[in-house]
């Protein structure tokens, strides 16, 4: 007597293959997401480095001076921005042969996955570089607390 062979229906792993889709898009959209809608014309490189406890970010701004940049530091998200302008003169006085420099507004968004101290973050500029520390913040959620256990005596 031959068995039937029962066959695996092809509904589930369609239901699995739809909802790993579904999945996937929303991790995209996201993504998508993740940085705010600040745009530049440029965008400065920029080292981001830990030491002793504090954030420290270098971003290379040559040419701008203190009025021409904007830093803002709230809760996890650091942003620098500012502008490089045309240096002052006629127009039609010059003819570029190489123009590499960028010049217009630019946007720096940085997150971070730790909280920071806004309130003592500071910020310096010298030699074309933009230096900004951020102390970090301890985190009071999830810090472990040692209860002491007491030995009760009792009569028996």
């Known amino acids: 007597m031959m068995r039937a062979r029962h066959k695996p229906s092809p509904v589930p792993s369609l239901a699995l293959l739809q909802r790993g889709a579904r999945e996937a898009l929303a991790r995209l959209a996201e993504l998508g997401r993740a940085e705010p809608e600040l745009t530049g014309e440029w965008c400065p490189d920029a080292d981001v480095y830990e ?35 045309e240096a002052p003169g006629e127009p039609g006085e010059r003819a570029f042969l190489c123009l590499e420099r960028p010049r217009g507004r630019f946007v720096r968004v940085l997150r971070f996955e730790m909280p920071l101290d806004s309130a003592g973050a500071r910020a310096r500029l010298g030699g074309g570089l933009l230096t900004v520390t951020m102390p970090q913040l301890r985190e009071r959620r999830g810090r472990e607390i040692v209860i002491e256990v007491e030995n009760e005596e009792g009569g028996a």
Do not use: H
């Not at 830093?71 to 650091?78: D, G, M, S």
């Open 51 to 85: 030491c002793d406890g504090t954030i420290v970010v270098v971003v290379e701004v040559p040419g701008l001076s203190p009025q021409n940049l904007k830093v803002v530091c709230k809760e996890r998200v650091l942003v620098v921005s500012g502008e490089r302008q």
